[in-house]
């Protein structure tokens, strides 16, 4: 089954393309994110970036799975951001 923290590792990962600034954002260890992402692709049975030259990119694949990770995601980051930031003030 598809674990929705996964995604959202992904996600996040998939904004940084970093596997640093991700793991920051989330309060994680890198380690601990590429094991997440492993265990992402492991589900999905295909490799979701690759590392070319120092640079992260994403396989087809894991575009596919980037651009469902924000259809989701995108409004929850909406409306954590509202919720934060207009009813705090």
Known sequence: MLN???????Y????????TQAAKRLRLT???LSNQLKE?????GYKLYTREKGKIKL???????????????????ELR?????QWHA
Not at 81 to 85: D, E, G, H, I
């Open 4 to 10: 929705l923290k996964h995604l959202y590792y992904f």
């Open 12 to 19: 996040v990962f998939g904004q940084e393309l970093s596997i």
């Open 30 to 32: 890198p380690p601990a």
């Open 40 to 44: 992402l692709e492991n589900f999905v």
């Open 59 to 77: 396989t087809d694949k894991g575009k596919v799975v980037c651009k469902y990770s924000v259809k989701i995601f995108s409004p929850y980051e």
């Open 81 to 85: 951001s509202v919720v934060q930031n």
